[in-house]
């Protein structure tokens, strides 16, 4: 079955009714730049809101190591997602597991792109827009994941409860992820959404 992780969660309820609806990571953004990011604070208090076996990660965009082993220090994250122009090195020098988002672009090899980050535990395919380094709420074409590949497969941009279906059983992902496909206004979870949204998802 496929795992499903709702990213940009900035308050505690929506949190937990990511949880509740079954979710199997929540995501969130320690990037200033986004309209749905979190302070350490903030984050603190959502992932000690938590109820058991719910994963929980970290996003961050050209941040310094420095500004990363603060969070560390005071958020217990699972895991972390880079989605900036860090290199594998740099990614894996946090002793946490991690994953890299690739902004897939026109005639673009994937799997090469993948190879450049050997140590990530999977690899987050999402919408390329210049500028703009994730949650664009647009979806790239599909056929240009390759079907044979050697590393695991998050996918996101653009996905709702109306696509993701479809999504899982063209590009057999490990993992999906939403951000805007399940938002009232930017960075404020619409319930409903969330539940029709993991609900198609855990059907195929």
């Known amino acids: 079955m496929v795992r499903v992780k709702i990213c940009g969660i900035t308050r505690v309820e929506d949190a937990l009714a990511a949880a509740a609806a079954g979710a199997d990571a929540l995501g969130l ?48 994250l699972d895991m972390l997602q880079f989605h900036g122009n860090e290199p594998d090195e740099f990614c894996q020098q946090f002793g946490i597991p991690y994953l890299k988002a690739i902004r897939v672009r026109p005639g673009q090899d994937v799997n090469e792109a993948a190879a450049q980050w050997p140590g ?70 619409d319930f409903d959404k969330i539940n029709a949204f993991i609900r198609e998802a855990k059907r195929v």
């Open 29 to 76: 953004v320690f990037y200033a730049a986004s309209p749905r990011a979190v302070s350490i604070e903030q984050a603190r208090t959502i992932q000690q809101a938590l109820p058991p076996f719910i994963s929980t990660v970290g996003l961050f965009v050209d941040a310094t190591a420095e500004d990363i082993r603060e969070v560390l220090a005071q958020v217990r």
């Open 120 to 189: 990530a535990c999977g690899i987050l395919l999402d919408s390329y827009r210049p500028g703009v380094p994730g949650g664009t709420g647009e979806v790239f074409d599909w056929t240009m994941i390759p079907v044979e590949r050697k590393w695991s497969l998050i996918l996101a941009g653009g996905l709702d409860a109306a696509n993701v279906q479809q999504a899982i059983t063209q590009a057999h992902p490990w993992a999906v992820d939403v951000s805007g496909g399940v938002e009232l206004t930017k960075g404020r979870k």
